[in-house]
């Protein structure tokens, strides 16, 4: 298990799966989190960064299936924080989902918040990270959460495992970056090199040779690798050279498996995938590279780590991959995400809703707002449905449990608010946006379908969007303007992919489905740093049921205050 744990040989994650297997009865898994200031060198810079215990990504949270788990985060830096758990649904219990201004005031410099939630029918690989502003660029970790004891996984069970983490690295603190380009209203700087498990690989020049991820492998053994997208604004392709990977579950969820030579992961996104040593014992690079597929300015350099057959000499020099997409490969991606299924079967089955009660349709634009202190005189901005949100001061389900007023409103439009071509020529006159804190109110239990479109405004661009507090059912994708009358008879219902993040392609659309059965306030935007900070999400407003287990828990007695 790799994080956290890279420099150690793999045996030890064989351990720590030993140590599950033997202490199915302790159920409470416990974690102490210090945020902490860290001296980090990569690329012969070195630089002051805020982490978690001081390791960059931070430490794996390991747990299994239905497990009690209990994270005392302490802040001993001056900057606010939150951790979100990324995928974890958090039953009820949005107290502990962690993003700022959302489900909870940040926790303070010199101050203590824990978080404590169950893992309620969940298996797999999912992650936590920071959740204010673009702290997440250098605090993130890895979740494994492994099945029940005695369940064994739908798949040939791996000789061992490890966690690959892609990531971004920026010389200049990630903070200063993002507050000069809204001082400046332009978008900030993108990041300095592409990282695997925090480190950028030996293909990068200069002091890279004691920053490079190394697996060690054993010939004939199958690994399986949890990889985590844990980039701040980048989409990225991963390959290893010379072997092929099994695709097996994709955000805590299994699949179908099928072969693959190069995944392709959104920020936000988790993907397993098995990996057989069955080649020549030598040396092969692990290698991520970023997808970037319209004329928007992204870090386009590519990290690289190193599967290392036991025995093989350090001198001998890596293989690179044959064969990996070109960085604008629209087709490749589509192909890949178009073989992604649920497994369906009956110990797992998708529960896709085949009725739906709300229909909802979210524009996607990239926006220009007037700023009288901005360089040009106006800032980027961007929006659902033409609303820029606006972070509130006091956290939005705190004014729903207590009945606050004028925190928010709970009237976000179920569609925009004018018909256009949205992916025809590029539209770049009425520009600005409507600002204001709107959620959507959805009755309990009842069944969405939400239609998520990209638009020309300034440009068309692919969006990472992340729902919190559910899985949904990616049930269609397509390329221009959504049809209504008819795209829906295209949908996949029987096996379509289940996740808790999923890509819009670039002048294209992706339509969800899903049960509004987890009462709260959950948050959706997208998972690119730079258009969250822009104003690119809202969140939904879920009612309590009638049930005695269909409203909010109430909060905990140590729930920061704003």
């Not at 903070?175 to 332009?186: F, K, N, Y």
């Not at 995944?263 to 080649?279: C, F, K, Y």
């Not at 059912?473 to 289940?498: H, I, Q, S, T």
């Not at 996740?499 to 992706?510: K, Y």
């Amino acid at each position: 298990m790799a994080s956290a744990l890279s420099s150690l040989p793999l045996v030890v994650s064989s351990l720590l799966l030993a140590f599950f297997a033997l202490s199915a009865h302790a159920d409470v898994k416990r974690y102490q989190f210090d945020i902490v200031m860290s001296n980090v060198s990569r690329l012969c810079h070195e630089k002051a960064m805020v982490t978690v215990n001081g390791s960059y990504p931070g430490p794996t949270i390991y747990a299994r299936e239905g497990d009690r788990i209990i994270v005392n985060v302490t802040n001993r830096v001056k900057y606010n924080m939150t951790i979100h758990w990324h995928g974890l649904k958090q039953r009820r219990n949005g107290w502990a989902d962690g993003p700022a201004y959302v489900t909870q005031c940040p926790i303070g410099g010199g101050a203590s918040y824990v978080y404590d939630f169950n893992v309620t029918g969940q298996r797999g690989t999912l992650w936590w990270h920071a959740h204010i502003a673009w702290m997440r660029a250098t605090v993130h970790g890895a979740v494994v959460i492994l099945p029940d004891a005695g369940v064994p996984y739908p798949f040939p069970k791996p000789d061992d495992e490890a966690e690959i983490i892609l990531g971004e690295w920026w010389h200049a603190d990630v903070e200063t970056v993002e507050r000069q380009g809204s001082t400046l209203g332009m978008a900030p700087n993108t990041s300095d090199a592409h990282t695997i498990n925090g480190k950028p690989g030996p293909l990068f020049p200069y002091c890279s040779e004691k920053h490079t991820y190394a697996l060690q492998v054993q010939r004939g053994k199958t690994y399986l690798l949890r990889i985590i997208n844990a980039a701040v604004n980048d989409e990225l392709f991963f390959s290893i050279a010379g072997h092929t990977m099994t695709v097996v579950e994709i955000d805590a969820t299994y699949t179908k498996p099928f072969a693959a030579s190069t995944v392709q992961l959104p920020p936000g996104q988790t993907m397993n995938v098995l990996v057989r040593a069955d080649q020549n014992p030598g040396r092969y690079f692990m290698v991520a590279k970023p997808f970037n597929d319209v004329p928007i300015p992204a870090d386009n350099k590519t990290a690289t780590a190193i599967l290392q057959y036991a025995g093989v000499p350090t001198s001998v020099v890596p293989a690179l991959p044959q064969l990996m997409p070109a960085t604008n490969s629209t087709g490749f991606v589509a192909a890949f995400h178009d073989k992604l299924r649920s497994l369906n079967s009956p110990e797992y089955p998708a529960d896709v809703p085949l009725a739906v009660d709300r229909h909802l349709l979210y524009t996607i634009g990239l926006n220009i707002d007037p700023c009288d202190t901005c360089l040009n005189q106006s800032r980027l901005a961007a929006s659902l449905n033409n609303i820029t949100f606006v972070m509130p001061r006091t956290a939005l389900l705190q004014a729903h449990y207590y009945g606050l007023r004028g925190v928010f409103a709970a009237d976000f439009p179920d569609r925009p608010p004018a018909r256009f071509n949205y992916t025809g020529v590029p539209l770049t006159a009425g520009l600005g946006t409507s600002l204001g804190t709107r959620l959507s109110k959805v009755a309990y239990n009842a069944t969405v379908e939400l239609v998520l479109q990209d638009t020309n405004l300034l440009s068309v661009e692919s969006h990472p969007f992340h729902l919190h507090g559910y899985n949904f059912f990616v049930v269609g994708r397509g390329v221009g303007n959504f049809d209504p009358a008819k795209d829906p008879a295209k949908y996949n219902l029987v096996d379509p992919p289940e996740r808790n993040t999923v890509g819009v392609p670039a002048g294209g659309w992706t339509a969800i489905r899903f049960r509004a059965n987890n009462p709260g306030v959950w948050f959706l935007h997208c998972h690119l740093e730079v258009h969250t900070s822009w104003g690119l999400k809202m969140a939904f407003l879920v009612e309590d049921g009638s049930g005695p287990d269909e409203s909010v828990l109430p909060p905990p007695k140590d729930l920061p205050k704003c």
